[in-house]
């Protein structure tokens, strides 16, 4: 299909490759004949694993994935009610080096390109991707994973002690109050400890960051604070 095709580029966008890069070994042959091209978005280390905790809270109130969860409680057994706890199991999936490592070895450093994850609202990922590849956006669709903030996430995991249906219920009616009042944004993660965790990456990337540049650069834009206006 690829072969037939009038086009002279595809861009393939999944949060599974991450964790999933040594799977696409097994189609090493097939996939290196088109030159392949990894472009990695990278983000200051604290946010992305807080959006990922707060995903998967989503994820077992709403994503069809987890219907056989019945009870959110279950969930919790999973260490997904504090996020010291999971984060204690999930740290190694976000370090940089060990993402890359199976990419690298079949493609080559040089195949690698980082996009800086900005820390400003005007900033847009897919303008971002887009202007790597020289490509321009004609169509753009409604982005309905409307995400939760960690109000959201608390009183939905407190919720669910009445039942999964009750905590997606809270959840619900605390997203709303997020967006109507902002500064419950600033409402603390049980277990979070920033510090800790910034540190931790901080050092499991540095020798990353120390031979490879452009790495270094990207990661460097994306902890720098920018104005929000």
């Known amino acids: 299909m690829i072969q037939k095709s009038p086009c002279d580029r595809a861009l393939i966008s999944s949060e599974w490759l991450s964790t999933n890069i040594a799977v ?21 280390e604290e946010p992305l694993v807080r959006s990922m905790y707060l995903q998967l809270v989503k994820g077992y109130l709403y994503d069809p994935v987890f219907v056989g969860v019945s009870d959110f409680r279950k969930a919790k057994i999973l260490a997904v009610a504090r996020f010291d706890r999971w984060w204690k199991v999930a740290r190694h999936r976000f370090v940089y080096g060990r993402m890359l490592r199976g990419w690298i070895e079949m493609f080559g450093k040089e195949s690698v390109i980082f996009i800086p994850y900005l820390q400003d ?6 303008d971002a991707v887009c202007g790597v590849l020289e490509l321009e956006v004609h169509q753009r669709l409604k982005n309905r994973n409307r995400s939760i903030g960690p109000f959201a996430a ?31 944004n600033n409402v603390g993660l049980l277990g979070l400890n920033s ?5 931790h990456y901080r050092l499991e990337n540095e020798e990353l960051a120390a031979n490879w540049p452009d790495f270094s ?3 460097r834009a994306a ?4 104005a929000d206006h």
Do not use: C, M, T
Not at 121 to 126: P, Q, S
Not at 163 to 173: E, M, P, T, Y
């Open 24 to 44: 696409l070994k097994q189609a090493f042959p097939y996939i290196k004949e088109f030159n392949p091209k990894l472009i990695v978005v990278v983000r200051d």
């Open 121 to 126: 609202r005007h900033f847009d990922i897919v």
């Open 154 to 184: 608390r009183s939905a995991i407190l919720g669910s002690d009445f039942g999964r249906g009750f905590g997606k219920f809270l959840a619900q009616v605390s997203g709303k109050l997020e967006r109507w009042f902002p500064r419950l």
């Open 195 to 199: 510090e800790e965790v910034a540190e």
């Open 217 to 219: 650069e990207a990661l």
């Open 223 to 226: 902890r720098s604070p920018r």
